[in-house]
T-cell receptor
Framework: DVKVTQSSRYLVKRTGEKVFLECVQD?????MFWYRQDPGLGLRLIYF???????EKGDIPEGYSVSREKKERFSLILESASTNQTSMYLC?????????????FGEGSRLTVL | KNQVEQSPQSLIILEGKNCTLQ??????????LRWYKQDTGRGPVSLTI?????NTKSNGRYTATLDADTKQSSLHITASQLSDSASYIC???????????FGRGTSLIVHP
C-alpha cells in the first residue's frame, strides 16, 4: 500500500518559534509537494521538489523554506512562525509518467501558532 | 492563467438522495482531470481520473463526466450515504507540467 507519512498530526507553537514539518514517502516518487489548506481557499502550493536537492517555489512561499536531502523525505520549515501560518499542511508525492500524475497525500499536519 | 472553478461551494442533502457537483476549468493544454475526496481531518484521495477521450467513468456510486469542448466536468453521487460527507476537489493537470491546478472544493454534508 502506497504511503505518505507526515510526522505530526497536531502541533501548537508560539509566535517566533522555528517549526519543522517532516514528510516521508515510500513509493520512490520523484516529485514531492507541500500545500497549505485554509477554509474557503482550498489547497495552495507552498513549495515543490522534482528531485533530490531541487526545490521550486509555489504560489505562497513567503515565510517558508524546504529541504530535500533524500528522495523519500521532504521537510517544510517555518523559520519564525507567525499566527497567520496557523493552517492545515498537506504533503503529497507523485511520479511523472505513472498514474498520469496522481497525487498521494499524507494525513495532514494541523499547526496552531499562538 | 490556469483556473478551476467548482460549484456549489457547499451542499446539504438527505441520505439516499442523489447529487451532482460541477467543475469548470480553463487549463491548457489539458492532460487529465481528477476528482478527489477529502474526509474531515484527512488528506485527499483520488476517486476517478478523466482523460481527453473519456466522457464518463464510474467508481461505484460515483460517476464522473467530462465535456472537453465546454471544459466542464461533473461528479454524480447516487444513493448518498452518510460516509459521503466530505469535501470533493476537482484537480486538472496540464500537459508537460508537474503542478496540477486545484479547485476550492465542494463541501457535501449528508444528513440521516
Amino acid at each position: 500500500d502506497v504511503k505518505v507519512t507526515q510526522s505530526s498530526r497536531y502541533l501548537v507553537k508560539r509566535t517566533g518559534e522555528k517549526v519543522f514539518l517532516e514528510c516521508v514517502q515510500d513509493m520512490d516518487h520523484e516529485n514531492m509537494f507541500w500545500y497549505r489548506q485554509d477554509p474557503g481557499l482550498g489547497l495552495r502550493l507552498i513549495y515543490f521538489s522534482y528531485d533530490v536537492k531541487m526545490k521550486e517555489k509555489g504560489d505562497i512561499p513567503e515565510g517558508y523554506s524546504v529541504s530535500r536531502e533524500k528522495k523519500e523525505r521532504f521537510s517544510l520549515i517555518l523559520e519564525s512562525a507567525s499566527t497567520n501560518q496557523t493552517s492545515m499542511y498537506l504533503c503529497a508525492s507523485s511520479s511523472p509518467g505513472e498514474n498520469t500524475g496522481e497525487l498521494f497525500f499524507g494525513e495532514g499536519s494541523r499547526l496552531t501558532v499562538l | 492563467k490556469n483556473q478551476v472553478e467548482q460549484s456549489p461551494q457547499s451542499l446539504i442533502i438527505l441520505e439516499g438522495k442523489n447529487c451532482t457537483l460541477q467543475c469548470n476549468y480553463t487549463v491548457s493544454p489539458f492532460s487529465n482531470l481528477r476528482w478527489y475526496k477529502q474526509d474531515t481531518g484527512r488528506g485527499p484521495v483520488s476517486l476517478t481520473i478523466m482523460t481527453f477521450s473519456e466522457n464518463t467513468k464510474s467508481n461505484g456510486r460515483y460517476t464522473a463526466t467530462l465535456d472537453a469542448d465546454t471544459k466542464q466536468s461533473s461528479l454524480h453521487i447516487t444513493a448518498s450515504q452518510l460516509s459521503d460527507s466530505a469535501s470533493y476537489i476537482c484537480v486538472v493537470s496540464a500537459g508537460g507540467s508537474y503542478i496540477p491546478t486545484f479547485g476550492r472544493g465542494t463541501s457535501l454534508i449528508v444528513h440521516p
